[in-house]
């Protein structure tokens, strides 16, 4: 029988260099890439390759920031303990309970994704049923053990990189041989006809970062990932530097197949862009295999998300004070080796999928505060950044450690990147209330934080 270390708090270390960076490619790529891609690609024609190439760059460093930290100290279970550490205890509470509840919002929208895949195939099937049992099974592999959850990760995103690598071979096999189709000839030439920078002006361009920084979001649960991995310090050298590269070659890779067999003004943003490749080189089932690999993409991503949750959720019960009902009810870690508690109290919310689709009202509800939500983890990220400067500056930096290159330049920049493309979301309808409930939030919560706070520190002093 494997033996694995365990930690001082009772979580066990069996997670492998192979599962960690399928965890990362897992929870990276998903239904964005499979079915949107072909509305990212109406924006921008062919130069929404600069784009991911761009975001590309500035999510490497960010994970080098999220690496140099968890390379000097590998006993936190999430990055959010950093910010705890570095900016204090009510940035770090607030942060905690901004990226539990956004994963708690994604848990729920992947859930109502996985039941309308499945009622591709069986359109009569209630959507609760589907529901419970696909977040009871999910549950269940979480509860189980952590190598079991990796495990499980591992053949979800092998299943998601088959799909890619076979359009990428699929695409290039119909270059080669200058297949034709109604919509002309499979050719590179696609890429550069009428090529010009801003086919549709600055404004689609910029709108476009947005839409592309979606896509990358959740490549940071490679980092959570990190205090039950074997070799943590090995393992996140490989998963920070490796797993980004690969990434952006599947995404740039797979953008790059799709326009040299569609012309980018012929892609049509209504279907699948896998599909529409698949069907032109005469797979006539393609709508059902790509509808079983964004099943798969929603499974995973629902599980990656139980299982940071779980862990946030475990976190900020130790983070409280050692008397509240908190900490004394989900500060634990089961027999399994696992925040049973954390995990099971995500799950309890989830369970309120269903009722969202009773009313419009509440269905409406859901999309807003997702939105809200999602956009909120570019906040999170640069109190991430923000923690990383303080890293440096502290008495924990390692000048021998997994170091952030260019540190000086890339750091500053980073952030003001990433408020760049929040500043960005104000200027697209779709994204405007979203944003604006972000502000509201990080406004009302951020200040209740930080009187709370202020409040314990005075009772204790």
Request: one cysteine or more; proline letters at 4%.
């Amino acid at each position: 029988m494997q033996q694995f270390t365990k930690n001082e708090d009772g979580t066990i270390r069996s997670l492998s260099n192979r599962h960690v960076q399928m965890i990362a490619i897992g929870g990276t790529i998903g239904t964005g890439l499979f079915l949107g891609a072909g509305t990212t690609i109406a924006k921008t024609g062919p130069s929404i390759l600069l784009v991911y190439a761009i975001m590309g760059i500035f999510f490497f460093f960010l994970m080098r920031a999220l690496g140099e930290m968890f390379y000097a100290d590998s006993s936190h279970h999430t990055f959010v303990s950093f910010i705890s550490k570095y900016l204090g205890p009510s940035v770090g509470q607030f942060t905690g309970w901004t990226y539990w509840l956004g994963l708690v919002f994604l848990c729920m929208s992947e859930l109502t994704a996985v039941a309308t895949y499945v009622q591709y195939w069986l359109p009569t099937l209630p959507t609760w049923a589907i529901q419970i049992a696909f977040l009871g099974l999910l549950v269940g592999i979480n509860l189980t053990a952590a190598r079991f959850f990796g495990e499980t990760e591992f053949w979800f995103a092998m299943i998601k990189i088959s799909a890619i690598v076979a359009l990428i071979l699929t695409g290039l096999f119909m270059v080669i041989t200058a297949t034709k189709t109604p919509l002309g000839k499979a050719s590179f030439a696609n890429l550069t006809h009428n090529y010009t920078l801003l086919p549709k002006g600055p404004y689609s361009f910029i709108t476009a970062f947005p839409m592309v920084f979606f896509a990358f979001e959740g490549i940071e649960f490679v980092t959570i990932t990190i205090g039950e991995a074997k070799n943590p310090k090995q393992v996140i050298k490989k998963a920070v530097n490796e797993t980004l590269l690969r990434i952006l070659l599947f995404y740039i890779g797979a953008l790059l197949v799709i326009m040299t067999i569609i012309p980018w003004t012929s892609l049509s943003s209504h279907s699948s862009p896998f599909v529409q490749v698949f069907q032109l080189a005469g797979f006539a089932t393609a709508a059902g295999i790509i509808n079983f690999v964004v099943l798969i993409s929603a499974a995973s991503a629902l599980n990656s998300s139980l299982f940071s949750a779980g862990r946030h959720f475990y976190q900020l019960a130790k983070e409280s004070t050692p008397d509240s009902w908190l900490n004394r009810h989900f500060a634990k870690i089961s027999d399994q080796g696992v925040p049973a508690w954390g995990i099971l109290a995500t799950a309890a919310l989830v369970l309120l999928t269903p009722l969202l689709s009773l009313t419009n009202g509440l269905s409406a509800l859901f999309t807003i505060v997702t939105g809200a939500s999602s956009d909120m983890y570019i906040i999170v990220y640069v109190l991430a950044l923000l923690a990383h400067r303080r890293y440096r500056q502290s008495a924990d930096f390692d000048p021998n450690g997994f170091k952030m290159p260019f540190y000086q330049l890339m750091s500053p920049l980073t952030i003001s990147f990433f408020i760049a493309v929040f500043c960005s979301l104000f200027f697209v309808p779709v994204d405007f209330t979203g944003a604006l409930g972000a502000v509201i939030w990080t406004i009302l919560f951020g200040l209740f934080t930080w009187i709370r706070q202020r409040k314990l520190f005075t009772a204790i002093n």
